[in-house]
């Protein structure tokens, strides 16, 4: 991506990052200026939201250590992104980020 992208960017995509309100914050403010650096990052927060979710419920109704496990995946993937999206670098999460690329590719 053009540098002046990332760092028009870069702040929506911090942001993305930080909670789930922060989430729907740059999603929102992302509609209208339609950055592929935020949107790129908006997909793999996305993503880590759903991972989280599924190792909650694998914990509660399946294994808790199974569940501990998804969990400390899902918390090793958001650090990893997180520490990209501060070096300004669209990244993929290990393993499953091109996944969250194409199952959100309508989400702009």
Do not use: D
């Amino acid at each position: 991506m053009i540098n002046q992208t990332v760092q028009e960017g870069k702040t929506l995509a911090i942001v993305c990052y930080l909670t789930f309100i922060g989430l729907i914050i740059a999603v929102i403010m992302n509609l209208e200026k339609r950055n592929p650096f935020t949107t790129f990052h908006i997909r793999q927060m996305l993503g880590l939201l759903i991972m989280l979710l599924v190792s909650n419920l694998i914990e509660e109704y399946l294994n808790s250590w199974v569940g501990t496990l998804c969990w400390m995946a899902t918390a090793f993937c958001w650090f990893y992104a997180f520490f990209h999206v501060i070096k300004g670098e669209a990244k993929l999460v290990p393993y499953v980020g091109e996944h969250f690329q194409e199952w959100f590719k309508n989400v702009r």
